[in-house]
């Protein structure tokens, strides 16, 4: 009879499964999963509730206002189908519109609507919500060198 493992088991160091301590990859997930919970809060919060976390792969920075579809799935790295899946979803319930491409009638281009900006401000204000606790957490020069960090090594990609 086969033991159950805790997930904890999975991330504890020294575990049944342990590969070491985390490395970078699961660092910078960590917080980011703390980011998505809060934006995710906020929004239904606010009257959002119909949104999801895979809707918000559409909507994070830099958002989706005037990009084709295809531009988004290679953004995101996402396959053109799921993306046109989630778009539709987001269009069915008002947050943003595919409309003609100006320059190639072939093409549509994305536009938020009144609702899809609504929500695209809540999520930054959620995000700016959790910049604000983490400086007060690593103190403004710990958080502005934090910052300046991920800039930079955004830079480099």
């Known amino acids: ?4 493992q805790k997930s904890s088991d999975f991330t504890q160091v020294g575990g049944p499964q342990s590969f070491g301590p985390p490395l970078i990859g699961a660092l910078l997930r960590m917080p980011w999963e703390q980011v998505l919970r809060r934006m995710l809060a ?7 509730d119909d949104l999801d976390e895979p809707h918000l792969n559409l909507l994070l920075y830099p958002g989706p206002q005037g990009a084709r579809p295809s531009e988004l799935a290679a953004r995101r790295g996402m396959s053109k189908q799921a993306v046109n899946y989630l778009l539709g979803e987001l269009e069915r319930l008002g947050y943003l519109e595919r409309r003609a491409d100006p320059d190639d009638g072939r093409s549509k281009r ?19 919500g959790t910049e604000q606790d983490w400086e007060k957490q690593l103190g403004k020069r710990r958080f502005a060198q934090l910052r300046s960090l991920l800039l930079e090594l955004n830079e480099l990609a």
Do not use: K, N, Q, S
Request: aromatic share 6%.
């Open 42 to 48: 906020r929004l239904h919060e606010r009257g959002f």
């Open 110 to 128: 994305v536009a938020l609507t009144p609702r899809g900006e609504r929500a695209a401000y809540t999520i930054r204000d959620a995000v700016r």
């Open 1 to 4: 009879m086969a033991t159950e």
